[in-house]
């Protein structure tokens, strides 16, 4: 498992507790930073993780902000990324099951670094479950592409 992470100024520790608890478990992290406390924009630091999970560089990405929403609506402005604001592991584990999630975003002044890491290791955890839920994703991709959906 390869995991692309960046970060702006909002999340640098929480950042910096995940890619050690990542590499901990041996899983390959690349650090897209911020690891300084300088205000740098999440739009541009979101597009690194997308951008290398949607080029196949990576498996999945971690996409760490203030609150974790800007840097999600950055991410999923690109497209094929499904990306996911979670708070708490039961959100993270479901994004996985049924939405095929490919990129988990959590805020680094939302959540602590323990809850962090329950979320992130459900999320690695869980497995697409398929089904009725391919079906949906599709549907998703379709709005992406066309601007909207046959069934609608
Ligand atoms: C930066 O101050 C803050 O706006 C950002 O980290 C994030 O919370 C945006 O959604």
């Not at 999945?60 to 991410?75: V, W």
């Not at 939302?110 to 999320?123: F, R, S």
């Amino acid at each position: 498992m390869k995991i692309a992470i960046a970060n702006d100024h909002g999340a640098v520790e929480l950042k910096m507790e995940i890619v050690k608890y990542l590499e901990d478990q041996g899983i390959e992290v690349i650090n897209f930073g911020v690891d300084t406390p300088e205000s740098v924009d999440y739009p541009i630091q979101g597009l690194k993780v997308a951008n290398a999970v949607v080029n196949g560089e990576v498996d999945r990405g971690i996409a760490l902000c203030g609150t974790g929403i800007g840097i999600s609506i950055a991410c999923n402005k690109v497209k094929g990324i499904r990306a996911v604001v979670c708070s708490e592991p039961f959100s993270a584990k479901l994004s996985r099951q049924h939405n095929n999630s490919n990129i988990l975003c959590m805020g680094g002044r939302v959540v602590g670094p323990e809850l962090a890491k329950m979320i992130v290791q459900e999320w690695l955890d869980a497995e697409f479950q398929g089904g009725r839920h391919r079906r949906r994703i599709g549907e998703i991709r379709e709005i992406e592409e066309t601007g909207t959906v046959k069934e609608a």
